[in-house]
């Protein structure tokens, strides 16, 4: 097993949960909240209400569940990577090879990312500010713990993995085509002989790569974030998965899927090369010797 991929992933993915960290406050409260009509619309708003600190609500609880997320699914996808390789008798791994593992990798961190996922979503739609004045109302949580605490009084531990079949959805394919892209890109822009790609190889892939992962899941994570805050702030619109895609495209038309696509991109690129980068660097670094197994994100048979 190659422990030392679930060590740099995670170490990778809480780098680039802080550097996507602002833009996905915004992404989610254009997703959910009808009062905000643009990127910088909500920005613009957030900034002069609720300061920097609006854009950073409910970080710390999901910048330890994305590091063991990221964990997971870098360390799925490269042990998956090397069981196929192994099941047919060694060699570099096939594109369908990189696009299961890929889409395992994105199965599997499922159930470690839905309880720190629905946190985040809730305090990040929590618009009242905690310096507000005594007519001001209160935010309803007072913190991560305090809003994971809320959801199991009021939900049980069931409450925690609300939004999850949307999720798994998101990132199932998400990860397979993110994982296929990234590696496509370093073989076709690196060296044939070289093991690894160049740090601009790197770079250019995994923002390219987060940007067509996100481009697919980002209907889904709409109505992930939609049944995540469902009930919490007013009454329960949603009887479940399917009623909440028909009641969303039929209030708000089909377009509202990808509303939040352009941010989602936005923030993809900068995000997914930080992640890539610091993989890339750290797994190098933990590298003790040569692979059994040669490395095979980056060649196809």
């Not at 009509?37 to 613009?44: D, E, H, K, V």
């Not at 950073?56 to 799925?76: A, D, E, N």
């Not at 069931?158 to 994982?179: E, H, I, M, N, W």
Request: charged share 20%; proline share 4%.
């Amino acid at each position: 097993m190659h422990i030392k991929d679930f060590v740099s992933g995670s170490l990778a993915g809480a780098c680039g949960v802080a550097v996507g960290y602002p833009l996905d406050t915004v992404k989610v409260r254009i997703q959910t909240q009808k009062q905000f009509t643009g990127i910088w619309q909500c920005a613009a708003e957030t900034f002069s209400k609720e300061g920097v600190h609006g854009f950073f609500k409910g970080l710390s609880l999901p910048i330890t569940t994305i590091s063991m997320t990221s964990s997971v699914v870098f360390g799925t996808y490269r042990n998956c990577l090397q069981c196929l390789s192994q099941a047919r008798g060694g060699g570099p791994n096939t594109k369908p090879e990189v696009f299961l593992s890929g889409m395992l990798a994105g199965i599997a961190q499922t159930s470690v990312m839905s309880p720190g996922d629905i946190v985040k979503v809730r305090l990040q739609c929590q618009t009242e500010s905690k310096q507000g004045g005594a007519n001001m109302a209160k935010p309803r949580y007072r913190g991560p713990v305090h809003c994971l605490l809320s959801i199991v009084k009021e939900d049980g531990f069931k409450g925690l993995y609300k939004g999850a079949l949307p999720l798994v959805l998101r990132d199932a394919p998400s990860f397979a085509t993110y994982f296929l892209t990234y590696t496509t890109i370093c073989e076709k822009l690196s060296d044939g002989s070289k093991k690894r790609p160049a740090w601009g190889v790197v770079m250019l892939a995994g923002g390219i790569s987060g940007m067509v992962g996100w481009t697919l899941g980002t209907p889904m994570d709409v109505i992930k974030a939609r049944l995540q805050v469902d009930g919490a702030r007013e009454t329960k619109r949603y009887r479940g998965f399917i009623h909440c895609i028909t009641e969303t495209a039929r209030v708000e038309g089909t377009g509202v899927f990808f509303k939040s696509l352009g941010i989602n991109c936005l923030r993809a690129f900068p995000v997914n090369m930080v992640v890539f980068v610091t993989y890339e660097v750290l797994n190098g670094f933990l590298q003790t010797g040569h692979d059994s197994v040669e490395q095979p994100r980056f060649g196809f048979e």
